[in-house]
C-alpha cells in the first residue's frame, strides 16, 4: 500500500518569513497530492492540490512543487502570516479494486510568531 | 444538511463496552471514508466506501472494528469491546465522485472524540 512520509514534524518561523514541507510517497502509480490544514480544534479542509500532469500550481501565498522521478512533493508558504499556524498534512492516492483512498502524511506543525 | 454530519460529538465509555459511531455525509456524496486521528497524531486511514463497491477494510486496526454503509447514505462505524488504546477522535469524510478511479476533495465532519476508560 502507499505510505506517505512528512518533514518537518514541527516548524516555527517568523512572521514574514517562508515555510516548507516535503513530503514523500511510495507508489509511483499515485496521481493526485493534496494538503489539508487543521486548525487547532477544527476539522481538516483542502488548501491545495496538484495532479501528476503538472509540476507546479499556485495559489496567492500557497504553492505546490511535484517531482514524479522522486516521488517527492512540497508545500511552500511565503510571506506567513499567524493564521497560517495549523497542522499541514500532504496525502497521494492508494488505488485498488475497490476504489481509491488517501493517505495523509503524519503531519506538520506549523507555528507562525508575530 | 451541508456538511458531514457527525455523531455524537463526544463519547466516554468505559474500557470493554460497544460503541457505535454515525456519520451523515453530504447528500449526493458517494464516496465515504473514516480516519481515526489520536491526539496530536496524524490521519489514521481504517476503511472507504465507494459507490456499490465492496468496502475497502485495509486500514481496520482489529477484528474489533467494523463499519457498514447503508447504500450512498449514512455509515456507522462500530468497535466492540473498546480498549485505552481505542481513544480517539473518529473523523468520517465524504467525497463527490462517480466511482472507481475518481479522487477529489474530502469533507470532513467535525469529528467523534472517544474516550475509553
Known amino acids: 500500500g502507499e505510505n506517505v512520509e512528512q518533514h518537518p514534524s514541527t516548524l516555527s518561523v517568523q512572521e514574514g518569513d517562508s515555510a516548507v514541507i516535503k513530503c514523500t510517497y511510495s507508489?509511483?502509480?499515485?496521481?493526485?497530492f493534496p494538503w489539508y490544514k487543521q486548525e487547532l480544534g477544527k476539522r481538516p479542509q483542502l488548501i491545495i492540490d496538484?495532479?501528476?500532469?503538472?509540476g507546479e500550481k499556485k495559489d496567492q501565498r500557497i504553492a505546490v512543487t511535484l517531482n514524479k522521478t522522486a516521488k517527492h512533493f512540497s508545500l511552500h508558504i511565503t510571506e506567513t502570516q499567524p493564521e497560517d499556524s495549523a497542522v499541514y498534512f500532504c496525502?497521494?492516492?492508494?488505488?485498488?479494486?475497490?476504489?481509491?483512498?488517501?493517505?495523509f502524511g503524519k503531519g506538520t506543525t506549523l507555528s507562525v510568531s508575530s | 444538511g451541508a456538511g458531514v454530519s457527525q455523531s455524537p460529538s463526544n463519547k466516554v465509555t468505559e474500557k470493554g463496552k460497544d460503541v457505535e459511531l454515525r456519520c451523515d455525509p453530504i447528500?449526493?456524496?458517494?464516496?465515504l471514508y473514516w480516519y481515526r486521528q489520536r491526539l496530536g497524531q496524524g490521519l489514521e486511514f481504517l476503511i472507504y466506501f465507494q459507490g456499490n463497491s465492496a468496502p475497502d477494510k485495509s486500514g481496520l486496526p482489529s477484528d474489533r472494528f467494523s463499519a457498514e454503509r447503508t447504500g450512498e447514505s449514512v455509515s456507522t462505524l462500530t468497535i466492540q469491546r473498546t480498549q485505552q488504546e481505542d481513544s480517539a477522535v473518529y473523523l468520517c469524510?465524504?467525497?463527490?465522485?462517480?466511482?472507481?478511479?475518481?479522487?477529489?476533495?474530502?469533507?470532513f465532519g467535525e469529528g467523534s472524540r472517544l474516550t475509553v476508560l
Open positions: 507508489d509511483s502509480a499515485s496521481n493526485y
Open positions: 447528500s449526493g456524496h458517494t464516496a
Open positions: 469524510a465524504s467525497s463527490l465522485g462517480p466511482g472507481l478511479g475518481w479522487y477529489g476533495e474530502l469533507f
Open positions: 496525502a497521494a492516492i492508494e488505488a485498488n479494486q475497490a476504489g481509491t483512498a488517501l493517505i
Open positions: 496538484i495532479r501528476s500532469n503538472v
